[in-house]
Each structure stands twice: as C-alpha cells, then as structure tokens.
C-alpha cells in the first residue's frame, strides 16, 4: 500500500531563511506527486505537481520540489520565506486511478 | 469561477444525533471526494464518487458513515448517531477526471464538533 510520511509536523523559519520540507513516499513505481498548502481557515491548495519528466519542478507562489526516486523523497523547497508562507503543508502520492494519501502535515512557522 | 463550497462552514452537535455535511463542486467535474482532517492528523480519505460508477467506500470508518451524490453533482455525507470521535473537519474535493493525474480542488471544509 501507498504511504507518505512528512517526519516534521513542526518547522520554525525565520523570514527570509530557507526552507526544504521533506517528504518519503512509499510506493513500487513512481507515483504522481503533489505538495497542497492549507493556510488557516482555508481548502488547500495545490503548490506543484510531479508526474514525469524533468525532476525539479516549479510551483506557485516561489516554491519548488525536487522528486529524488533513489531516496524516494519529494522534498519541497524555497530560498527565501516570507510571513505569508505560515500555513499547513501536505504532500501526497497517487497512482492512476486510485485515490490520493497524504502525509500527516507540516505546520510551518514563520518568525521575524 | 465558482470553487468548491461546503456547506455548513460549521456544525456543533449532541452525541448520538444524525448530522448531514453538504458538497458543491465546480461544474463539470466529474470526480468528487470526501475526507476527514482530525486534529494533528493528515487527511483520511473517505468515499470517491466518479460519474456513474459505484463509489469508493473503502475509507468510510464505519456504517454510521454513508454518502451519496445526486444527478453527478451535488454530494451529501451523512453521519448517523454521531460519536465524540467523529469531530473534525470534513473536506469535499472535486476533479475534472477521474485519476490521480487529476488536481482536486478542494473546498474549505466542515468543521464538526460532537459534544
């Protein structure tokens, strides 16, 4: 079975650091991959997507991920963080037509 | 356009009573999901609806648990005899294929208390 594990539920950044949150995947092939954020009070969004092809790949808001599949990761990155980053991240993994599972979440902390 | 929308944004109920959450997706899209974000928890897949076919119940945790989505569109889920462990917040998610090469956009939730 599918599973993703997010082992930072929190992390702390201070404005303008960088950021990588990680992110391992189990699964036998590559799945498609996503990373969502759920600013408080807020649906999530969808940051960036992997499905194939090149391994870095952009997101919305300055946000990348690199797809790693020796180490089975998708961490996701961004030079520098801004106040309005604080959210909820969650990465997840599907395959086909199955349904998508997500990680437990990390909650990011912006400090001035 | 219009996103996603749940309704109601809150729900405060006693133990023991029937609560329906209810699912608006973005028109056209023919997938729709349901799950369940507990405190510190990430989000538990409930039931998947794709256009005509049977849906994937495999989440539900019990048969308290049912939903169904009427004419492809709208989608209710209903929880009977609601227990404490039933708080969380319920999201609707809605895609325009099936698939999970299919962003879901999701709506801004449920937010169910059982006293």
């Known amino acids: 079975a599918q599973s993703v594990t997010q082992p930072d539920i929190h992390i702390t950044v201070s404005e303008g650091a960088s950021l990588e949150l990680r992110c391992n995947y189990s699964?036998?092939?590559?799945?498609?991959l996503f990373w969502y954020v759920q600013s408080p009070g807020q649906g999530l969004q969808l940051l960036l997507k992997?499905?194939?092809?090149?391994?870095l790949v952009q997101g919305i808001k300055g946000f990348e991920a690199e797809f790693k599949r020796s180490q089975s990761s998708f961490n996701l990155r961004k030079p520098s963080v801004h106040w309005s980053d604080a959210a909820e991240y969650f990465c997840a993994v599907g395959t086909g037509f199955q349904k998508l599972v997500f990680g437990t979440g990390t909650r990011l902390l912006v400090s001035p | 356009g219009a996103g996603v929308s749940q309704s109601p944004s809150n729900k405060v109920t006693e133990k023991g009573k029937d609560v329906e959450l209810r699912c608006d997706p973005i028109?056209?899209?023919?997938?729709l999901y349901w799950y369940r974000q507990s405190l510190g928890q990430g989000l538990e897949f409930l039931i998947y609806f794709q256009g005509n076919s049977a849906p994937d119940k495999s989440g539900l945790p019990s048969d308290r648990f049912s939903a169904e989505r009427t004419g492809g569109s709208v989608s209710t889920l209903t929880i009977q005899r609601t227990q404490q462990e039933d708080s969380a917040v319920y999201l609707c998610?809605?895609?325009?294929?099936?698939?999970?090469?299919?962003?879901?956009?999701f709506g801004p939730g449920t937010r169910l208390t059982v006293l």
């Open positions: 992997y499905f194939s092809g090149d391994t």
């Open positions: 998610a809605s895609s325009l294929k099936p698939g999970a090469n299919n962003e879901q956009f």
């Open positions: 699964y036998g092939a590559t799945p498609y």
């Open positions: 028109s056209g899209h023919t997938a």
